[in-house]
């Protein structure tokens, strides 16, 4: 999940925010000031990211679809506008940052797809393959390394940190996390969001329902870096809380393919 000149510097570029976040190392434990405007500021290097994820969205289209060009075109129309409406969480200081740009990315991929015709679904499982073949084009001792720095007392005292300074609320449009040491035997870290910035910016997107398919990219990030994820609940399926639960070395249970049928069952309930 891409870049001014091809899919894989963006690919490499986005594994190396997602790595950031999940082990901390972006973050410091005091003073989380930021120039105003992130996104803004940043604004032609995210559509020349973006442009790279188009182009990977128009490959992967392209032997289902004859509509793979309009659908990579209208995304980066769709995404453009988009940058303006993100909210400031902190920048670079925050270490979900990047997870509200790509909120943007599927969001934008979503309008462009029921444009022609195609679902939610069917944009969170091109935005799950995308992200997936970039977590399978890094190093596996990277992907290890981050893991590992995640449990270590200082990954975690940085998890720690930064979790209490969202209780402050500082940004509206932030998630809000509570995380503890497990026992364990069940969980090792325990993470809880009550609230989630990427849920917020996709209603505010009015593209709500893509946002379920958008956590289940937590699962193939979690299985190659061996940190042992598991989850019963999102905000974004109704839940009171996304119930994160780490154990070193677990294998992943979860995936694209567990899940995304539990969605198609909710939605034919709801129906």
């Known amino acids: 999940m891409p870049s001014t000149h091809g899919a894989p510097f963006g690919r490499r570029r986005f594994i190396a925010a997602g790595l950031a976040a999940i082990c901390g190392c972006c973050l410091p434990l005091a003073g989380w000031a930021s120039p105003p405007a992130y996104c803004q500021a940043n604004r032609q290097r995210m559509l020349a990211e973006f ?56 969001a934008a991929i979503s309008k462009a797809m029921k444009a022609q015709g195609l679902t939610a679904a069917d944009a969170g499982r091109l935005y799950y393959d995308i992200c ?34 969202t209780h402050l609320r500082t940004y509206p449009g932030d998630w809000v996390a509570t ?26 997107q009015g593209e709500e329902d893509v946002a379920p398919y958008f956590c289940i990219n937590d699962f193939p990030r979690s299985s190659l870096q061996g940190t042992g994820l598991a989850r019963e609940n999102t905000l974004a399926q109704g839940g009171a809380v996304c119930d994160f639960r780490y154990k070193k070395g677990r294998p992943v249970a979860q995936s694209w393919e567990t899940e995304a049928p539990k969605l198609k069952d909710r939605l034919k309930s709801a129906g």
């Open 179 to 204: 995380v503890w040491l497990g026992d364990g035997r069940d969980f090792d870290i325990g993470l809880n969001y009550s609230e989630c910035g990427a849920l917020k910016f996709f209603r505010s």
């Open 132 to 165: 997936l073949e970039s977590l399978r084009s890094m190093p596996p001792s990277a992907l290890a390394a981050a893991g590992e720095a995640f449990f270590s007392p200082e990954g975690y005292a940085a998890t720690a940190a930064w979790a209490e300074w």
């Open 51 to 106: 442009a790279g994820v188009c182009g990977e969205v128009g490959q992967l289209l392209a032997p289902s679809t004859d509509r793979s060009g309009a659908v990579a075109r209208d995304a980066m129309e769709a995404f453009a506008p988009m940058i303006e409406a993100m909210p400031e969480i902190g920048g670079e200081a925050n270490r979900n940052q990047p997870y509200i740009v790509y909120a943007g990315w599927l």
